[in-house]
């Protein structure tokens, strides 16, 4: 990435916003875009237009599957075999895009804009007549919802030509009968609400597929027009346009499982193949999988005659096809595709340069008894803090040559020539910091060195927690684990440590992933609407990466972030612009209140 002094538009930054705005876990770096449901990951991508339009795309969709889908359901619904899967997709991406921008309506320029893209580079298209029969049903299926339910005016040719193949493969029955099942995407609400579509628009193929074609008509021999099936005119006249906007509040699925049968034996597909599924990936990328524009024939390739078209013979042959095709003859996901170009886009390594948080609650009575080891030494901290904010932000008094208000006790001074005779009152500004402490826990911290720094991260907690205008966090790194991938929630801003007291148990663990956890805490205070802003780094001073670790402490400095680190038995000004040193609890004391010191007044 190219280094400014603004931060704020860097991709961890970003990233980590779209996280907070859709209430997801975004993790930026890695081998491969991907989502498992809980944590969206994008690798470390070049900093260009096209890159980042994926990105934030890509976030946009994954971020509305993970409100919104069921992961539960949509693994279940894997066993039911490529076609539905492939069918689920395009029901469910359509109707979680839509969910995300009822909340989020600028959701619909970023998920757009990608979709332009691969309009584009040819990865999304109309299918073409010599594609195989599961190929025209899946792809005109896709760029027929997108157009009409989710809006995408890209697709309106696309959508033109993909209706007139799909009449020219299939039985003309079958496509008005289809068109119809899909108007009712605007209503869906749920994974299950896709499912049961899904399933329904399977047996219609079945069904059709086994009837005898209807005789021609004396009355109306020409196929259905579009005015007459398109699914569109039949939701107006029942008063639904198909805007998703114009639908209500979608109701998030949330995992209860209400339209599921418990018994295991709902039959969504109307196939009889119930039974709980072993695999995943039937509604949402991961990362993986075929491109959505497909024409390969395949084992359900395109049969020969003229019973192939439904236009020129009855189409049930093509039906037939369809209900055959294996897992190399459907169209693949969508953004499988999208994920993979950013894989492409990939700049740096596999560690994670923005790692998730995890939750962490310790052991409360041990947490209890640490609060009450330094409780002594943080009030007195506190009491020294407090005075010193009292005193600084006092409102003072002085007599000036020009005012509004005489001050009585002055105006001798006017025999002798003074003039300063009016009052002006002075109110110096109130602390307004926000602060975040990262402790390092690494293998290295061991020995009672973790201890130290989470006694000195517990004392500067407790003694700020009183004071009006500042809010405290803080975060242990590696994870739990010893991970990179995570740093672990001790206190939250707004958090009391009463509550959190507990999670300052931990002991030295793993790695020194400093760089992840630097951009963990920036990104974090870039979102706090405090003045100043404080990273506080206790540390035995050796990050896994030294020169990435002093680029980001460099960048931070430049963009307006005050970064402080405090060596335990090692002195860290190599890193640090301001650096302390501290050798045991005994060095707490001053050291500390020189700390808050610098924190509160400037």
């Known amino acids: 990435m190219k280094m400014t002094s603004n931060i704020a538009n860097a991709l961890p930054i970003v990233a980590a916003a779209y996280g907070r705005k859709f209430g997801v876990q975004v993790q930026v770096g890695g081998a491969n875009a991907c989502t498992d449901g809980r944590t969206i990951t994008i690798p470390e991508i070049s900093d260009d237009p096209l890159a980042r339009t994926l990105a934030w795309g890509y976030l946009t969709h994954e971020a509305a599957h993970v409100r919104e889908t069921n992961f539960g359901a949509c693994a279940r619904f894997a066993a039911k075999g490529p076609l539905f899967g492939s069918v689920l997709n395009v029901l469910e991406d359509v109707r979680i895009e839509n969910a995300i921008m009822r909340p989020y309506p600028g959701a619909r320029s970023t998920l757009d804009a990608v979709m332009t893209w691969l309009v584009a580079q040819g990865m999304t298209a109309a299918p073409k007549e010599e594609d195989s029969p599961p190929a025209v049903l899946g792809n005109a299926?896709?760029?027929?919802?997108?157009?009409?339910?989710?809006?995408?005016?890209?697709?309106?040719?696309?959508?033109?030509?993909?209706?007139?193949?799909?009449?020219?493969?299939?039985?003309?029955?079958?496509?008005?009968?289809?068109?119809?099942?899909?108007?009712?995407?605007?209503?869906?609400?749920?994974?299950?609400?896709?499912?049961?579509?899904?399933?329904?628009?399977?047996?219609?193929?079945?069904?059709?597929?086994?009837?005898?074609?209807?005789?021609?008509?004396?009355?109306?021999?020409?196929?259905p027009s579009a005015s007459d099936d398109d699914g569109t005119?039949?939701?107006?006249?029942?008063g639904n346009k198909g805007d998703p906007d114009e639908n209500g509040p979608g109701g998030r699925d949330g995992n209860d499982g209400s339209a599921e049968d418990e018994s295991g034996d709902n039959d969504v597909d109307g196939t009889n193949q119930g039974g709980p599924a072993n695999g995943t990936g039937a509604c949402v990328s991961q990362g993986q999988g075929r491109d959505q524009r497909q024409t390969g024939e395949g084992s359900a390739g395109r049969p020969d005659g003229d019973g192939a078209g439904g236009e020129g013979g009855d189409g049930r042959q093509a039906l037939q096809a369809v209900l055959s095709a294996g897992e190399g003859d459907v169209p693949g996901d969508l953004f499988a595709v999208v994920a993979r170009a950013l894989t492409d886009q990939r700049v740096g390594g596999t560690v994670p340069l923005l790692p998730t948080l995890e939750q962490y609650q310790g052991h409360a009575a041990l947490g209890r008894d640490a609060v009450a080891r330094v409780r002594a030494a943080s009030a007195r901290l506190t009491a020294r803090l407090r005075g010193l904010v009292e005193s600084h932000t006092m409102t003072q008094v002085r007599t000036v040559r020009r005012g509004r208000v005489l001050s009585p006790t002055h105006l001798h001074r006017i025999a002798v020539g003074d003039a300063r005779v009016f009052r002006r009152k002075e109110q110096k500004v109130a602390p307004n910091t926000a602060?975040?402490?990262?402790?390092?826990?690494?293998?290295?911290?061991?020995?009672?060195?973790?201890?130290?720094?989470?006694?000195?991260?517990?004392?500067?907690?407790?003694?700020?927690?009183?004071?009006?205008?500042?809010?405290?966090?803080?975060?242990?790194?590696?994870?739990?684990?010893?991970?990179?991938?995570?740093?672990?929630?001790?206190?939250?801003?707004?958090?009391?440590?009463?509550?959190?007291?507990?999670?300052?148990?931990?002991?030295?663990?793993?790695?020194?992933?400093?760089?992840?956890?630097?951009?963990?805490?920036?990104?974090?205070?870039?979102?706090?609407?405090?003045?100043?802003?404080?990273?506080?780094?206790?540390?035995?001073?050796?990050?896994?990466?030294?020169?990435?670790?002093?680029?980001?402490?460099?960048?931070?400095?430049?963009?307006?972030?005050?970064?402080?680190?405090?060596?335990i038995g090692i002195a860290v000004d190599r890193l640090f612009p301001l650096a302390i040193r501290i050798d045991g609890v005994a060095d707490l004391k001053g050291e500390l209140f020189r700390i808050a010191e610098q924190l509160l007044l400037k």
């Open 141 to 223: 299926l896709l760029v027929l919802s997108r157009y009409r339910y989710r809006r995408q005016e890209v697709l309106e040719p696309a959508a033109q030509e993909a209706e007139r193949v799909l009449r020219k493969t299939f039985p003309s029955t079958f496509v008005h009968r289809l068109l119809v099942l899909m108007s009712e995407i605007p209503g869906l609400r749920s994974t299950w609400d896709a499912a049961g579509l899904a399933g329904r628009i399977i047996a219609l193929a079945q069904q059709e597929a086994q009837e005898p074609p209807p005789a021609p008509s004396r009355i109306n021999p020409s196929p």
């Open 435 to 567: 602060l975040h402490v990262l402790v390092d826990l690494s293998g290295s911290m061991g020995r009672g060195a973790d201890r130290i720094a989470l006694d000195a991260s517990m004392s500067l907690a407790l003694a700020l927690e009183p004071l009006r205008g500042v809010s405290c966090a803080v975060t242990a790194f590696p994870s739990l684990r010893g991970g990179s991938s995570a740093v672990t929630r001790i206190l939250s801003h707004g958090d009391r440590m009463a509550a959190r007291a507990g999670a300052f148990v931990q002991h030295a663990r793993g790695g020194t992933p400093m760089t992840g956890a630097l951009w963990y805490a920036a990104a974090d205070l870039l979102a706090r609407r405090e003045e100043r802003k404080v990273i506080v780094t206790l540390t035995d001073g050796g990050p896994d990466d030294w020169s990435s670790a002093r680029a980001m402490v460099e960048r931070a400095s430049a963009a307006g972030l005050e970064l402080i680190g405090v060596g």
């Open 233 to 238: 005119l039949a939701s107006e006249r029942s």
